[in-house]
């Protein structure tokens, strides 16, 4: 089933730079951290675009947002399109906002048209996707999906001390809906790649089949603080040169893997961070990712015998935790069939491939059926003020959500009810 229908390429660019203003950078960016003040402006907003739009928005215990548009059956489960509206501390204009604002974009399409779909549809702004300053990531799906409970998110706490709990109260998000009991039948998710190969290709649409799997690690290393001038090097205890050669040994560790693993090393803390004293305590973490689960494990065996090996030596303490794991993830084919049948009908070049990043789509596979959609960033640069995705990319990202939200949403009325 094909529709004539066209998004508004200009008024998605707008909302996009529009609301990007809200925790900009100087340098173009957005720092939009999770349950923060301008966390809260941007949901508000949401919520606002959403209600004009004759949508109701409910929000769940972990700040999921939820806007129902009805449709002609309301027999139908929705059909949900959803990303997240939270940044990196210098994250990008495009990251997760795409996804919701290119949802947003559809439902005002269809607005505008009077067109009314079978199911109803559901806009969904997930909470604290990026796990940054609330580790893990993709916490507010992953209540949702039943991977973790309320309680826990509640109790992770930031680099300050402020629990997730108590940030949801400081900003209202907190809602009456107990999560996982807003449903809907399947969910679209548009985000750019955040990855070189769609441009490397010249391709417009990525048909993402399924998600990497992928482990955290947290890491503390334990010395002795001593003066850098009156201690000898060999009756040193140095946790930063400690944490240096496991650093070392995780790239070699993904090396080993090659190409398709990848581990990296992304936030460090050194005390007491002075020039002049030997450093005693270092904690680090580790961010390793694959296709296939069996090959984390070997690599997880590597990180620990090193781990183990460094401890064994006796001048340092290392203490190491697995704080994450995400299995790798296939995505439905039923909604592979329509992204495939969009883009093909938009006529974007496209391709199949496997996400390298983390998305609530993950989490939601679990418990719907589920698909993404890629378009390029310039670079494959994300978590970066620099990311960039064109004018252009952005239009043909949505167009194709709404292709398929509308071509699933026609095979649907023909199942017998
Ligand atoms: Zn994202």
Redesign the pocket.
Known sequence: MTSNLRIDAQRLWDSLMDTARIGGTPKGGVSRLTLTETDRQVRDWLKRECERLGCTVTVDEVGNMFALRPGRRADLPPIAIG??LDTQPTGGKF??ILGVLGGLEILKTLHDAGYETNAPLMLVNWTN??GSRFAPAMLGSGVYAGVFDRAYADSRADRQGVTFGEAIEAIGYRGDAKAGSVTFGAMFEL?IEQGPILEQEEKVVGIVEGVQGMRWYEISVTGREAHTGSTPMPMRRDALVGAARLIDRIEAIALEHAPSAVGSVGLIEVQPNSRNVVPGHVFFTVDFRHPEDGVLDAMEQKLMAAVDGMAAQGALAVESRKVWESPAVRFDAGCLASVRRSAQAAGFPARLMISG?G?DAAYIARVAPTAMIFVPCAGGLSHNEEESTSFSECAAGAQVLLGAVLDYDGRGAERPS
Do not use: I, L, Q, T
């Open positions: 990303s997240h990251d997760g996707e990026e985000h990043a998305h």
